[in-house]
Each structure stands twice: as structure tokens, then as C-alpha cells.
């Protein structure tokens, strides 16, 4: 059949050597029907489908407007939505506001027909009861000791306490050294050990290592005390003492997931504590201290929910496979009467998404959706410590996670950086995507190059970068299982967690660009062959919130 064509040219040649321009085009068009009617015609049973151009994904990021973000964010973070405070009526109307989104966009939730929201089961603690006696000295709690962590009920006796020095066990110096605290009460400093001319023997600089950061230790030393099967830690700091009393002492509102009450307690202690265990407070690691302990311990919480919102494109080749892209719907309410609008954190990530649904689903609807499925994920309590995403990730994942590819996370893309020290306005702090997979890394890159000519900047991406916002947004609950993430972030400013994070100040044409950038990125790793390998290991843990 080939052959037919090339003859075809020879008559084609012979044509124009009279004629004009528009001729030989007629002639084609009209032989090429012909053809193709002929060979419908002649062979009905081969039904041959006409090549459908390969879609065009730069007039479908086309749909993705600065007006249309513009309109949206200033509905969404509006003084209407009340700072988005999860559990409270502004969060309640956001989750409304995105899934009339979906609704409108014709995209369906995995939930079932008009049920976009994941339940999240949260609980707001309230200052637990508590009782402690050592050695017959009565302990009052929030004076003498609090409790660092949301525990179940119960009560604990004891006639020994173990002295674990600093609780720390690394290469370098461990306290647990021929150890055995299973089931024991343990004794645990801040800090960490120095050598005589004061660097940090785990560093072996004068950087402090995880183990006596503000940041890490308490969840360092506290992970490793449960580990090794403590069943209480008196963690004595008497430093900050003063300032984590008041914070968790008195009922903190503090938000949980509920059911998540730890069975190990975590008691920062004062300096009564230590001075009803022992008259000295020099530290003797391994050392047990004999003390008549009596405690008792009852939660006291209120139960509330919040919601995540799910939608997703199924794929019409590799349905099994998910792509997430994920957002935080909630922010920071009212507070001493003044509404935190959270405009850039994470009102812009939150009408990126919706943007970037908007675009895909007009693929779908030109039957050339996604090859790979994309959920889109707005998930509620992020600036509570990640719970939305948590529970997703740990508790209840709509989607396997073996068969998540990987997840694209936005929080914060519409404002500049006043610390970033280059005129270059149009950029986006990348984090996190060569961390699991160099593949997901390189796509990032090329799409970029392709399409949106953003400068990816890497200075968030460092492991040793001490603001750690590689564990301060919903992508770390996904990574930490392993599955590649790249986290889109334009870097904190004057307005961050402030009333004045408003629409007004937002960059709506930087917005614009980097929506585009996930969306491509997204498409890319949607729709390529395979899906990205996971040829690293995730780093070390961490964990706080953006
Ligand atoms: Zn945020």
C-alpha cells in the first residue's frame, strides 16, 4: 500500500510545474479522503482509526490563568473562610468551596459519588490529670513536670529510675551501651557530650548534632527511649523548662490524631523532679537510682473532625498507578481577633491544584486523559504538625501506597523570598526531588527547561539546612514511605503566619508560572512509560510543620 503513494508523487511532480501553490494541497487532501474512504470502504473488518494528534499539554497549561487563580484566591482567603482553622467553620466552608470545584469540573472523588471528604478523627488535647509521688514527696503536675506527649490512661509504680545520661546512642558515644531499660523508668538529659576543648563528640565540631538541637532532640531521644522499650522518660531541661510548662502544661488545644495516645509517657520534669530522685544531678549514664515512684495519668481530650478533600482522574492505561498532588486546605483562624488569610500559605497551592485539575480534565474530556491515575489531595491540620496527610499516609490511604509514584506537594508558590539574595524573581525552591529518585529529579529539571524556564533553586534542599522544611510539609508523610516527592515552596516572608498574609500580595504572574511547572511535571510523570524509580533511600527522621 506504501508503494501507492510514492507513485503518487510522481503525478504530484508533473502537476506543478503548471500550476499554483493551492492546487497541489487541494489534490493531496482530496486523494488522501479518497484513500481513506477506499480503504474503509474496501476493508470495513481493519476499522483503522485516524492517528490522533499527540495532545498539545502547552495549550492545556494554557488553561491555567492568572485571573481564574486571582478569583479563586480571593474567595478562598477571604476574611469569608475565617483563616481556615481546622475543625472550625472557615475550614469547613474551604472543604465545601474545593469540592464544588470537582463537582463543577466534572471530576470524581474515590469515595463514592458525591463524597469528596476523608474524615480525619482529631482529638484537641486538654492537660491530661495527673498524680506523681517520688520517694513519698507528693509532685505536682504542670509545677514540677508536664506531659510532653498525649498518652493513655494508666498508672506506673517503680522503685528504681535509670540515670540514661543524655539518651543518646549514635556511632560516636551511646548511653545504651550493655543497656537494658525495657520496661523501666528512665532519667534523660538535654544536650549532648563535649570533648575538654569543646567541640561535640558525636560531630566531632562545634555543631550540635540531632541529639541536642531544640528541634530534634526531644523526638530523637523520645524515639529511642521507645524503642528500646522505656515505658517512661523523665526528660530534664531545666533551661526551657519554664516555656514548655506554659505551653503544654495548661490544656494546650494542642490538635492530635485521635487514637494516637502513645503508650510510653514523656514527662519533661523540672528541677524538684530530679532533686526528690537524687542529691546530685551529675550525670551517671547505665547508673539505676532507687526511688519509690508512683504514677498516675488520665487524658482528657475533646473529639472533633476534619476533612480531607480527594478527587482524582483515573488513568486510562495504568489506573493502578497514583500520582498525588497534595495542598493544605487549613491555615491559622482567628486569633486575638484578627484573621490569619494564609493568601500564600497554603491558599496558593490550594487554587494551584484546582487549576491543575481544571487542565488535565480538559484532556480527559478530549478522550486523552492521563495515562496514570492523578488524585488531587487537600489535606486539612498541616499547621497542626501534617495530621491530614498523616492520616492519610499511616492510617488510611484511599490509594496503595506501593502504587503511589510519586507525590507533588505546594505549599506557599505566590510570594518572593525578601532573604533570596538574586534580581531573578521568577523562581521556586525545589526540595526533596533527588532524594529518592534521580529519575524524578532529572524529569523535574527537563520538563522545566522545556516549558517553563523557572530557576529551580536548591538552597532549601540540603540536608544540613537548619530551617529542615524537608520535614515541614504534607510530602514528608509520603516520603517517609518511600515514595518520591518534590516539594514546590517559594521561601517564608514578612507576612508568613502573619494576619498580613493576604491576596493583595501575592504575585499572581510567578503563581501563574509555577502552577504550570507542577502541572507539566505532573503530566510528564503521568503519562512516560514507566513509572520513576526509587534508587535512594529516605534520609534520616525528622518532622515539624510549615
Ligand atoms: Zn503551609
Redesign the pocket.
Known amino acids: 500500500m506504501a508503494s501507492y503513494l510514492t507513485s503518487l508523487n510522481g503525478f504530484f511532480l508533473y502537476y506543478r510545474t503548471a500550476q499554483t501553490q493551492f492546487i497541489p494541497i487541494m489534490i493531496k487532501k482530496t486523494l488522501y479522503s479518497l484513500a481513506v474512504i477506499t480503504l474503509l470502504s474496501g476493508c470495513k473488518s481493519q476499522q483503522v482509526v485516524a492517528p490522533v494528534a499527540p495532545i498539545n499539554t502547552i495549550e492545556l497549561a494554557g488553561t491555567i490563568t492568572e485571573n481564574e487563580l486571582k478569583e479563586k484566591l480571593y474567595v478562598y482567603a477571604s476574611d469569608e473562610f475565617e483563616g481556615r482553622e481546622t475543625g472550625e467553620p472557615g475550614q469547613k466552608k474551604a472543604v465545601e468551596y474545593l469540592k464544588n470545584h470537582y463537582v463543577k469540573l466534572g471530576i470524581p472523588s474515590p469515595l463514592g459519588d458525591d463524597d469528596y471528604f476523608q474524615e480525619v478523627p482529631l482529638e484537641r488535647m486538654q492537660a491530661p490529670d495527673m498524680t506523681m509521688t517520688i520517694n513519698g514527696t507528693p509532685l505536682e503536675a504542670i509545677t514540677h513536670y508536664v506531659s510532653l506527649s498525649s498518652s493513655k490512661d494508666g498508672e506506673l509504680t517503680a522503685d528504681t529510675v535509670i540515670d540514661m545520661g543524655y539518651g543518646i546512642e549514635s556511632e560516636q558515644y551511646s548511653d545504651y551501651k550493655n543497656q537494658d531499660v525495657n520496661g523501666k523508668i528512665v532519667l534523660i538529659r538535654s544536650g549532648e557530650p563535649k570533648h575538654h576543648d569543646g567541640t561535640y563528640v558525636i560531630t566531632g565540631t562545634d555543631k550540635t548534632s540531632k541529639w541536642s538541637n531544640m528541634r530534634q532532640q526531644f523526638a530523637a531521644k523520645r524515639n529511642l527511649a521507645k524503642e528500646k522499650g522505656a515505658k517512661m522518660v523523665l526528660f530534664y531541661y531545666p533551661e526551657i523548662y519554664d516555656m514548655v510548662a506554659a505551653r503544654f502544661g495548661r490544656s494546650s488545644g494542642r490538635l492530635s490524631l485521635k487514637g494516637n495516645a502513645d503508650d510510653m509517657y514523656m514527662l519533661l520534669v523540672g528541677t524538684d523532679v530530679l532533686k526528690a530522685l537524687t542529691e546530685s544531678d551529675a550525670i551517671n549514664a547505665g547508673v539505676p537510682i532507687p526511688a519509690d515512684l508512683k504514677f498516675n495519668y488520665q487524658a482528657k481530650s475533646d473529639a472533633l473532625t476534619s476533612e480531607n478533600v480527594i478527587a482524582y482522574i483515573k488513568g486510562s492505561e495504568k489506573p493502578e498507578e497514583y500520582v498525588v498532588l497534595s495542598a493544605?486546605l487549613d491555615?491559622e483562624g482567628i486569633k486575638n481577633g484578627e484573621i490569619y488569610n494564609?493568601a500564600d500559605?497554603?491558599g496558593s497551592?490550594s487554587v494551584a491544584l484546582l487549576e491543575i485539575a481544571e487542565a488535565f480534565q480538559v484532556a480527559v474530556e478530549r478522550g486523552q486523559g492521563p495515562r496514570r491515575s492523578v488524585v488531587f489531595l487537600h489535606v486539612t491540620a498541616?499547621?497542626k504538625g501534617l495530621l491530614g496527610s498523616r492520616y492519610y499516609t499511616d492510617i488510611d490511604p484511599v490509594f496503595p501506597l506501593e502504587q503511589t509514584v510519586a507525590n507533588l506537594n505546594i505549599?506557599?508558590i505566590g510570594r518572593v523570598d525578601p532573604k533570596r539574595e538574586s534580581d531573578n524573581r521568577n523562581y521556586v525552591y525545589l526540595i526533596g526531588s533527588d532524594k529518592l529518585s534521580s529519575e524524578l529529579h532529572e524529569l523535574s529539571e527537563a520538563v522545566n527547561q522545556k516549558y517553563t524556564n523557572i530557576e529551580l533553586d536548591y538552597k532549601y534542599n540540603d540536608e544540613n539546612d537548619p530551617n529542615r522544611f524537608y520535614y515541614r510539609?504534607d510530602h514528608y508523610n509520603f516520603a517517609k514511605n518511600n515514595i518520591p516527592i518534590i516539594f514546590y515552596f517559594n521561601g517564608t516572608h514578612d507576612d508568613y503566619h502573619r494576619p498580613s498574609d493576604t491576596v493583595d500580595k501575592i504575585e499572581y504572574d510567578l503563581l501563574t508560572n509555577r502552577t504550570k511547572l507542577v502541572f507539566h511535571t505532573a503530566w510528564e510523570v503521568a503519562n512516560r512509560e514507566g513509572r520513576v524509580k526509587v534508587d535512594k533511600a529516605e534520609p534520616a527522621a525528622g518532622g515539624g510543620?510549615?
Do not use: A, F, L, P
Open positions: 493544605h491555615h494564609g500559605d497554603d497551592g498541616e499547621e505549599d506557599m510539609s510543620t510549615n
